[in-house]
């Protein structure tokens, strides 16, 4: 699972900027430290899972995370809050 994880976290993260129309300059991959700090403030956080169904059948789930495939990104960015850090995965 790490593995797969360190190689869609970029991609996602990419992909979830360009949908919401950021510059990749507020783009960041997160350390394991920098993860675990945030894991300890869940109010200021959003975890996003952007993976279809199929992968998430695939690998599993991770708890806490909301599910939005890219696929469906755009069309529900509202679900999205605006004044979180948003992790995606």
Do not use: H, W
Not at 31 to 42: F, G, I, M, V
Not at 47 to 59: A, K, N, Q, T
Request: glycine fraction near 4%; proline fraction near 8%; hydrophobic fraction near 45%.
């Amino acid at each position: 699972m790490r593995a797969f994880c360190r190689a869609c976290i970029p991609a996602s993260v990419l992909a979830f900027a360009f949908a919401c129309g950021q510059p990749a300059a507020r783009v960041k991959q997160l350390s394991a430290d920098e993860l675990a700090k945030l894991l300890e403030q869940p109010d200021k956080v959003f975890f996003l899972d952007v993976r279809e169904p199929y992968e998430i059948e695939m690998r599993g789930s991770v708890k806490g995370y909301v599910n939005i495939p890219l696929s469906q990104l755009p069309a529900r960015l509202g679900e999205v809050p605006k004044n979180k850090v948003i992790v995606t995965l």
